[in-house]
């Protein structure tokens, strides 16, 4: 095993053990269980370390005043987001353009253009999936314990 867990063991440790003001002590735990998760999930560890690490803070989440809780939140820093489903960029301006046009179909492969509704909701889900990332990202303030 390299130096490099050591280095992550010292973050987690620093995260799991520092001070969050103007919180009550559950919601502390809480953000600082799922502040050391993040920083686990980031540091790039082999699966093996990685392993040992989250094993480590879902014993301390065990421990915590809001057990269950705080195994939701590592739950939810363990588990990748589902998108949705967007069409390449390229596209969907492509389609725009056509429909800007006037055409019903695509000249090249026949295909029904898209609608004013299916650009519209592709706009949309293309900033829900920014906007969901930024709350994740949110969700784990980085500078706990660092």
């Known amino acids: 095993m390299s130096e490099y867990p050591d280095a992550v063991a010292s973050a987690v440790a620093a995260i799991l053990d520092a001070p969050i003001p103007e919180q009550p002590r559950a919601t502390a735990e809480l953000v600082r269980i799922r502040a050391a998760t993040r920083r686990v999930l980031e540091a790039g560890l082999s699966e093996d370390d990685e392993d040992r690490f989250l094993r480590a803070i879902a014993s301390q989440a ?85």
């Not at 005043?65 to 939140?73: E, G, K, M, R, S």
């Open 62 to 146: 065990a421990r915590t005043a809001l057990p269950l809780w705080a195994l939701d939140t590592m739950i939810a820093e363990l588990r990748e987001p589902e998108p949705w489903p967007v069409p390449p960029l390229t596209w969907e301006r492509a389609q725009a353009r056509l429909r800007q046009q006037g055409a019903s179909e695509c000249p090249v492969c026949r295909t029904p253009t898209a609608s004013k509704h299916d650009l519209e909701r592709w706009r949309l889900r293309r900033r829900w999936n920014r906007e969901d990332g930024t709350a994740r990202r949110g969700a784990a303030p980085v500078g706990v314990g660092t």
